[in-house]
Structure formats: structure tokens, C-alpha cells
């Protein structure tokens, strides 16, 4: 005769094993080359720790010469979406050519983009800065002649105009704060200068002073945050006096509270122009806890083999609060 043993288990506790990842967090900016051909770039340090002229970015699987004006934003899945301005500097323009085009790709390298789509068109606007609101919309900022323009979107994809705009404003940067509000950087008389927000862009209000104070032109702010200090890239000249990126160099400078930055006087990257902060996360240890209970109890129990059922009941201390709880519920079968 066969006995079927049901084992309902009235409490069942296991812990999981967990994984820790332990990331430090690195960082490069791309730029627009003015060395080579022409269009957007991934700088990379050599081993010395100097910065090289590093990789193209690659967009729906071709160099694109007609892409300028980088601007990232890293999503929750881990990808990068670059926004750009997409021009006519390799390519002849159009006959009455003033409309300008804002596009975006997405990458998991930072390296090779695809997906390319137009998000925004305006007259006469370049130079996109883009990030994410505490309500997830996004917010853009260009600028157009000695204007600086705003545009929304609930899904970074399709851009409209806001209405509002900061006059005689530079280049842009758009920095989201940690309490929510919204910095503007942007280049004015004495170095980076800036307007803050604090209802996600509807309004600005000038703030005193400058962010970064220079003695020598810096334009093109780009802010990035590391642990707890704020980097923030920006283009100068270098001394060839060509106006365009050939004759610019991209330099750094530093701030903990990300209001007041120092320059560091060093010249990252000759013959580079418009750079773009990105950070790049690098993992370098895995640590596994295996939380298993030390102790248990179960219940003596005496079956009957006239009832096919039976009820034993035992117990594993509970593991700490970020333990995993199963139920498991199984059958033996015997003869």
C-alpha cells in the first residue's frame, strides 16, 4: 500500500543569497573635434592619465560630420540619449536654410548610437542641454542669438515650446539640484554665470555673482556630479586665433556645493570644442552574504496510514529584515 505524506509547511523562511556590487564611478566628456574629421568625439585618458582625442561617436552606424553641440542624459536602464544639433558643416544647407533641428540616439556604451530621432525644431537654436524634472518630464534649454529658449516633454521624444526664455543669456547648461530646483549655467561677463528655477522651469531668477569666475573666456559649460564633488567642463581659446573648434581647448573646474567652482588651469584637450560631461560607471568587486539560519525546530508527528494526509509543522528563525521570505509547499510519495 502506498502512503502519500502531503508535508504542508505552516511557516517556511529562506534567506537568499545577495550580491553587492561595489561601482566606482568614472567619467570623460565627448566634444567636437576640430582636429581630424569633423563632428562628435569620446575623449579617453591614456595610461599616463592624459586625455586623448579618443573614439568617434558613432549614430546609426556612420560618423556623422554634421553633428554638433553634445548634450547626455543617462536613463534608468542604465543607457545614455544623446541630444545634438544636427547642421550643415560637412553638407551644403538648403536655399533659406533657418530652421534648426534638435536630435537624439541612445547607446549602452557611450560610444555606438542608434534610434536616431528628431525631438525639437526651432529657428536659428543651438547648443541643446537637457534633464529630467522630479516630476519626469524633461526639460531642454538652447539658446537662440543672445536668447536662451526652453521646451518640455513627457518622454524626452517630443519637445514643445514652453514660452519662456532668460535674455541675453549664453551657451546652456541645465543642472537639477538635489532639493529639485533647476540651475542654469550659462557663459556671461566675468566667466559662468547662472538663473535658478524653482517650479521646474516655468520661472528664472538671476542669481548674485558668477559660478565660476576666470581671467581668461570660457563658454560651453557642462556639470557633471561624481560622489559628492561637481565637475564642470568648458571650452577657451587656444592661440591659434581660429574661430571655430580648431582654434578652442576644453579645461575643468571643480565644486563641492555645485555654486561655486574653481578653474583648474590646465588644458585638458587642444582643438576641441563644446564639451559634454558623461559619467561612466566601472564595477570593481562582488561581495556574496549568505544569510542561513543556525538553528531549527520540527514537530514530532505520527502518521496514520488509513489518511493519506498529514500535518508537520516546523520552524527556522527569521533572517533580518532584508531577507527573503518563501512559502514552498511539496509531496513525497512512499510504498
Known sequence: MKIVLRLFLLFFLLSANKIHLQTSNNYSFLYVSGSGDHGIYLAQKDVSGKWKRGSKII????????????DIVKLSDGSYRLYYY???????????????????????DGKNYSNETKVFEADNITDPTITILNDGNYLLAAVRGQEIIFAKSS???????????????????????????????????????????TDNGLTWQKENGVRLATTIFVADPSVIKI?????????????????????????????????????????????????????????????????????????????????????????????????????????STSS
Open 59 to 70: 549614430i546609426n552606424g556612420k560618423f556623422d560630420g554634421n553633428a554638433v553641440d553634445p
Open 86 to 108: 544636427k547642421g550643415y558643416f560637412i553638407t551644403p544647407p538648403p536655399p533659406g536654410f533657418k530652421t534648426h533641428e534638435i536630435f537624439c540616439a541612445v547607446s549602452y
Open 227 to 331: 560622489g559628492s564633488k561637481y565637475i564642470m567642463f568648458v571650452k577657451s581659446f587656444n592661440n591659434t586665433g581660429v574661430q571655430n573648434p580648431a582654434g578652442h581647448n576644453v579645461w575643468k573646474a571643480e565644486s563641492n556645493d555645485g555654486f561655486s567652482f574653481n578653474l583648474i588651469y590646465e588644458v585638458l584637450l587642444d582643438s576641441a570644442s563644446v564639451p559634454e560631461g558623461i559619467v561612466l560607471s566601472e564595477q570593481t568587486s562582488i561581495n556574496y552574504d549568505d544569510k542561513i539560519p543556525n538553528t531549527f525546530r520540527l514537530f514530532q508527528n505520527y502518521p496514520n496510514p488509513f489518511n493519506p494526509t498529514t500535518i508537520i509543522q516546523f520552524v527556522i528563525p527569521s533572517p533580518s529584515s532584508d531577507g527573503q521570505k518563501n512559502l514552498k509547499d511539496f509531496s
Open 155 to 197: 518622454n524626452g521624444l517630443n519637445f514643445n515650446s514652453t514660452g519662456s526664455n532668460v535674455p541675453f543669456g549664453g551657451i546652456p547648461e541645465l543642472l537639477k539640484l538635489e532639493n529639485g530646483n533647476v540651475r542654469l549655467f550659462y557663459n556671461g561677463p566675468g566667466g559662468i554665470a547662472s538663473h535658478i528655477s
